[in-house]
C-alpha cells in the first residue's frame, strides 16, 4: 500500500521526505511488527521497538523527534480514527456479513465461536486489539461486535443479530442457572444456563450451526456467573449448597440479572455488595472499596444470596480459594 494513499486516507501530514514509498501491513501492537510495516503508535515509547523491528513508517498524534529520516512520520489530529479509517478502508474491499449484538449474545459468540466451522471474528471492546485478526479476513469472514458506533464506522452494511425468532419446547427451570429444553428436536438436558439468557443462546448456538455442543464451555461465560459456598464460605461443586455468590462487572447486565433474582429467588435472602454506590439498587447496598475484605465482609452478613458488582470474578475466586486452603492445613 503507498504511502500517499495512506495520508490521503486518513487526512494526515507526511512529516519528512522518506526514502521508502509503500508498507505492506499496519500494526499497534509493536510486538507483533514486522519489516515494511506501518506502526500506529498509541504509546510513544513503542516507536523506536518498532523501528528497530524494521517498520517502514509511523503514524503519531504527538510529537516525537524523526530518529530515523528513511522511513515515513504521519501526524495525525486523532490516533483512533486514523484507524478506524484504515479498518474501514481494508474492510471495504471484501464483501462480509457484520452484525451488532448485545452485550448477552457476544458473551456466546466469545464462548462457542471456536465449536463452529464459520469464520467469526469478534470486535473487542478495546478497537486497536481488532487489528490483529485483519489479515485473515476474506469474504466468508464474520464481523460480530456488541458496539453498533464502531462497527457502522468500520463496516456500514450490516444487520441486527437479535431479529430472528425461534421456538423451543419443553422448558424445565431446575434452578436459578440450569435449564433443560428441546430446540429443532435436539433435547438439552440440565444446560447451566439461567433462563434469562436462553433466547440469545439459542439464537447463537443456531447461527452458528454448532454440530457437537460442549456444555462445559459455559464456565468461562461471564452472564450470571456464580461460586457456591459452604457453611464456612469455602467454595464447593455447582449446586452443591443454597448459599451463593454471583458477580458482574456489566453494568448493562446488572439491572437485568437482579430483577431476574428478585423474581426467582423469593425463598432467600440477597445482598448486595459493589465498589460504589448504584442507583437502582436497594438503599442497603454495601459498599466495599478494598476486596480482599470479601470473606469478612460476608462473614459478618446474613444471606443466601450474594451480589458482587464492580470486581473481577477471578479476584473474588482467588480471594475465597486462599482462604479455603489455609483452612485445610490444620
Not at 511488527?33 to 518498532?50: H, S, T
Not at 442457572?177 to 447451566?192: A, G, L, W
Not at 443466601?304 to 485445610?328: C, D, H, P, V
Amino acid at each position: 500500500m503507498k504511502i500517499t494513499s495512506i495520508i490521503d486516507i486518513i487526512d494526515g501530514k507526511l512529516l519528512n521526505s522518506p526514502s521508502i514509498s509503500f508498507i505492506y501491513s499496519f500494526k499497534t501492537n509493536v510486538s507483533k511488527v514486522k519489516e515494511g510495516d506501518l506502526f500506529i503508535a498509541y504509546n510513544l515509547d513503542d516507536i523506536q521497538i518498532a523501528i528497530q523491528k524494521g517498520a517502514f513508517a509511523i503514524i503519531l498524534q504527538n510529537f516525537y523527534p524523526i530518529i530515523d529520516k528513511e522511513i515515513a512520520w504521519i501526524k495525525v489530529d486523532n490516533i483512533e480514527t486514523s484507524l478506524i479509517k484504515l479498518v474501514r478502508y481494508k474492510l471495504a474491499h471484501f464483501n462480509l456479513q457484520a452484525f451488532y449484538c448485545n452485550d448477552v449474545s457476544y458473551e456466546f459468540f466469545k464462548t462457542f465461536s471456536s465449536s463452529s466451522n464459520k469464520k467469526v471474528k469478534l470486535i473487542p471492546t478495546s478497537f486497536k486489539k481488532f487489528v490483529s485478526v485483519l489479515e485473515d479476513i476474506d469474504n466468508e469472514t464474520i464481523l460480530v461486535s456488541n458496539d453498533k458506533q464502531i462497527l457502522n464506522k468500520i463496516y456500514p452494511n450490516n444487520t441486527n443479530f437479535e431479529k430472528e425468532d425461534f421456538l423451543i419446547s419443553n422448558l424445565l427451570e431446575h434452578s436459578l442457572f440450569e435449564v433443560s429444553f428441546t430446540f429443532k428436536n435436539k433435547y438439552f438436558q440440565r444446560i447451566k444456563i439461567p433462563s434469562i439468557y436462553l433466547e440469545y443462546f439459542i439464537r447463537v448456538y443456531d447461527f452458528l450451526n454448532i454440530n457437537e455442543f460442549d456444555d462445559s464451555k459455559l464456565r468461562n461465560s461471564n452472564l450470571l456467573r456464580t461460586l457456591f459456598l459452604d457453611k464456612n464460605l469455602n467454595i464447593v461443586e455447582f449446586g452443591k449448597s443454597d448459599k451463593f455468590v454471583i458477580t458482574s462487572n456489566n453494568i448493562s447486565l446488572v439491572e437485568k440479572e437482579i430483577d431476574y433474582l428478585k423474581t426467582k429467588f423469593t425463598y432467600g435472602k440477597i445482598i448486595y455488595i459493589t465498589s460504589s454506590y448504584i442507583d437502582f439498587l436497594p438503599k442497603e447496598q454495601i459498599l466495599l472499596k478494598d476486596i480482599s475484605k470479601l470473606r469478612d465482609t460476608l462473614k459478618n452478613n446474613s444471606f443466601n444470596a450474594s451480589y458482587i458488582i464492580g470486581y473481577e470474578f477471578e479476584k473474588i475466586q482467588q480471594i475465597l480459594s486462599k482462604e479455603e486452603k489455609e483452612l485445610t492445613l490444620f
